[in-house]
């Protein structure tokens, strides 16, 4: 067997992290027996400083060609308007609609849980977060700037469709892993157009799903209910910003950004996996960025790409080295990024 996959590390730790993660998905495909073709795409702030192009026209379509892509993050103080990372970034999930950003939140340590009365085991659950509308699309426009009289207008724009399918999606998971409940996170009360889509939306999507309870909050609340309760959460959905802001509140949950992983899935097309934090750049090359949700997010995609067997490889390596505190300064270890990385790539291969 032989899997493609596309490799973008990106700026900053991004790039610290995605040489770890591909570490280990080459332990895996050693211990495994499939073979792996990496093809690396150098698409970073750099390479838009040196050239003024962001990502080369026909790149997105190159991507389809691969089983997944992999990407690290992008971000750089020297491009203060992030034009590469909306082109490269935000451009992959809607050139490629990928319309679900699958972001699990799972606590694994009692150790990493930062909540008094709650313990790992309690924080288990998965944001369907819309990945392809909101408020992200780019539509609107800047009127009289830089005067006193300046107008700024950015548009959330929501469709029956878009908003549809990321909340059936939501349902089937829940459906498919035997959760008995949804929960949808929206500002209806006071977004009274595309809220109140979403809103109606879930209540006709929630009737095929007999069995599973359908809970509606609005956002607000449930940025309160998940740090007093999060183990009533199961399964989240709600729109592109709200669920970029909860799932940063998740990775704390989860002992903090660097362990958070996520898939920007497109159910029948290729999919792209990459780890929830940015490419933080007061730590970039300087050998502490935490790979373990860089490497989580590796077993996502081998999970999603078949290699079911390998995904738990990873996914074990990862927790038998925080338990024996073979991690980064972070997550309360003293390793670097590279030995930890080794560690876990030498427990994936079964040394
Ligand atoms: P960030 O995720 O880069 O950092 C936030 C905080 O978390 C920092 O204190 C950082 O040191 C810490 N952190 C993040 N990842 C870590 C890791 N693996 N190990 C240890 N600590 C880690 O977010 P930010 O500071 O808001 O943004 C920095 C840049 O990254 C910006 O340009 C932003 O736009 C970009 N960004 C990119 C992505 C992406 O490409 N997916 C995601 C978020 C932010
Ligand atoms: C994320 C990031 C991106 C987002 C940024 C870099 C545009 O924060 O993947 O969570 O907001 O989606
Ligand atoms: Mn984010």
Same mark, same amino acid.
């Given at each position: ?235 989240? $959905?709600?729109?592109? =910003? ?5 799932? /940063?509140?998740? &990775?704390? +949950?989860?002992? %903090? ?73 972070? $997550?309360?270890?003293? =390793? ?5 990385? /080794?560690?876990? &790539?030498? +427990?994936?291969? %079964?040394?």
């Amino acid at each position: 067997m032989k899997k493609r996959f596309a490799i973008v590390p990106g700026d900053g730790i991004g790039v610290d992290v995605t040489r770890e993660a591909v570490k280990t998905l080459e332990a895996a495909s050693r211990r495994g027996g499939f073979e792996l073709e990496l093809e690396h795409f150098e698409l970073n702030a750099d390479r838009y400083l040196e050239t003024g192009v962001t990502i080369p026209p026909g790149t997105h379509d190159r991507f389809r060609e691969f089983d997944a892509v992999y990407m690290g993050a992008f971000g750089d103080p020297r491009v203060p308007d992030s034009a590469h990372a909306r082109d490269i970034l935000l451009g992959t999930r809607f050139e490629l609609d990928l319309y679900i950003n699958l972001r699990p939140i799972r606590c694994i340590s009692d150790r990493l849980c930062p909540l008094r009365d709650f313990r790992a085991k309690d924080i288990d659950f998965t944001v369907f977060r819309e990945n392809t509308e909101g408020m992200y699309v780019g539509m609107g426009g800047i009127f009289k700037k830089g005067t006193p009289d300046e107008v700024a207008v950015q548009e959330d724009v929501n469709t029956r469709k878009g908003v549809e399918r990321v909340i059936r999606a939501a349902f089937e998971y829940a459906k498919a892993q035997g959760k008995t409940r949804v929960t949808m996170a929206d500002k209806s009360n006071a977004m009274r157009f595309g809220h109140d889509l979403w809103l109606r939306c879930f209540r006709e999507v929630a009737e095929e799903f007999q069995g599973i309870e359908a809970q509606h909050l609005y956002i607000d609340a449930m940025a309160m209910e998940l740090i007093r309760n999060p183990a009533e959460f199961q399964v989240i $959905v709600t729109c592109n =910003l709200f669920g970029d802001i909860v799932t /940063d509140l998740g &990775a704390q +949950l989860q002992g %903090g950004l660097g362990m958070a992983a996520s898939g920007n899935i497109r159910p029948d097309g290729t999919s792209m996996f990459e780890p929830v934090h940015g490419s933080a750049p007061p730590l970039a090359g300087k050998d502490k960025a935490n790979p373990f949700g860089a490497v989580l997010t590796a077993a996502m995609m081998l999970e999603h790409t078949g290699l079911t067997d390998a995904a738990g490889w990873l996914e074990q390596a990862v927790a038998q080295c925080l338990e024996s505190g073979t991690c980064t300064e972070d $997550v309360g270890g003293k =390793l670097g990024t590279a030995a930890t990385g /080794d560690a876990l &790539a030498a +427990l994936v291969q %079964g040394q």
